[in-house]
Structure formats: C-alpha cells, structure tokens
C-alpha cells in the first residue's frame, strides 16, 4: 500500500486509480457518518448552496444540508451538527450537502476508485476498511483551500496506524503529517478542542461545543463508510 496526504482538496482531483480517504473533522465527515449510521441513503455533494437548491427541485425526497460561517444555510433542512442528523430525521432520505470544505473535498476525490469518510471518531474502522488497497489517497478539507491542523493531524495518525500494517508513506506531506499526528485519545481531544475551528465553534453556543466534544472523539465509531 502506498499512501498519499493532501492537505487540501487538489484542484486536479483524485485519480481513478486511488482509494480516497476524506477527512473533515469539524464537522463534514464526522457529521455524515452519524447520518449515514442512522439511516441516510445516499450523500450528494455540491458546491454551493445554488447548486443545491437545483437539485433539490430534480431530488424532491432529498433533505438539503449544509452550512456557511458554521451555521445553516437560509432555507436548508439541516446544517452541518451531528446532532440535527437523528433516525427520525434522515432514515430513507438522500442528502445534498454543500458544507464550506467537506464537500469540496468530497468532490476533489469524486473520480476515485472508492471514497471512504474518515475523522478522529472512526479512525480505526476507516484503517480496517482501506484493507487490500494499493494507492491511498488522504483528502484533508482543509479551511478554504488552505491546511487545518485538526485534518492534517487526523490524516497523520491514520497514516500512522497504516504504516503498521506495512504502508508506504509517499511524499514530504505524509511525513510531516504522521510526525504531527497526537499519540491518543487525550491528544486528540486537546487537539481538536483547542485547534482554531474548534474555538471558533465553541465560541458559537452550547450546541457547537457539544459537536466539538462529539468530534474530538478517537475510534468512537466502529463503521467506515464508502459514499
């Protein structure tokens, strides 16, 4: 297995070739794996929230999702907290989602072999579900095109744990990403509280602490997604 980290979404893509890993901490990834666990069918990304709502009107089931400034999209169904994704809500549904990074990064990787979510929650299972794979290559979302520790630091130790199992890390940016990537759970939840997003979320109310606390979470998750 030979493993790559970008840092940000490439403007080029995700070859077909590469098994794509995306990793949005706060809060794409983390998000969209509780909806997918709840019962959600299918994840749509868009760019924008115009590009939605035209596809709201070709998908009328579809629940329309995502956020700018961390908070929902005025006439969205729901923003980007893990929280506003229960059973009641998602079960049966598809959903459109255009976060500000995640869902670049999901569509950067959109050409790839597979497209597996990834963040701290699940880390283990994502590992478990890249068995097999030749190419790898991890999708940090970054913040607006540029590297976000929480994301580079998450793409660091699951490059850790695949250099374990005998991976290749390929390239100046996995090595600084495995070198910065915390050591356990308590690293982790430091990390993530304290990293510039975090603080930012946090700062917002009681409900975006809570999703900060629920994604500083390490292998919380025992279910990797494909999307």
């Known amino acids: 297995m030979r493993v790559k980290v970008h840092f940000s979404p490439p403007a ?21 794996m509780v909806a997918l666990a709840h019962g959600a069918t299918r994840i749509i990304p868009v760019a924008t929230p115009e590009e939605a709502l035209a596809l709201r009107a070709r998908t009328p089931d579809a629940l329309l999702c995502g956020e700018r400034e961390g908070l929902r999209i005025a006439g969205f169904d729901l923003g980007n907290s893990p929280d506003e994704y229960g059973p009641a809500v998602v079960v049966g549904r598809p959903l459109i989602f255009a976060s500000t ?15 597996i979510l990834a ?8 590992a478990d579900r890249l068995t097999g794979a030749v190419e790898v290559a991890i999708v940090a979302a970054g913040k607006l095109g540029r590297f976000a520790i929480e994301d580079a630091a998450c793409a660091g130790l699951l490059c850790r744990r695949l250099r374990e199992r005998g991976a290749r890390l390929d390239g100046a940016a996995a090595a600084l990403a495995g ?5 356990d759970a308590s690293e982790v939840r430091a990390l993530v509280q304290g990293c510039a997003h975090g603080r930012y979320l946090r700062s917002m109310g009681p409900q975006f602490a809570r999703d900060v606390e629920l994604c500083a979470g390490l292998d919380t998750m025992d279910q990797a997604f494909e999307v």
């Open 101 to 115: 990074n995640g869902s670049i990064a999901l569509l950067a990787a959109a050409r790839a072999r597979r497209r």
């Open 12 to 32: 080029a893509g995700i070859g077909s070739g590469a098994c794509a890993v995306v990793i949005d901490v706060l809060r794409a990834t983390s998000t969209l």
């Open 179 to 183: 070198a910065i990537a915390p050591g």
């Open 119 to 126: 963040a701290f929650v699940n880390l283990q299972a994502a």
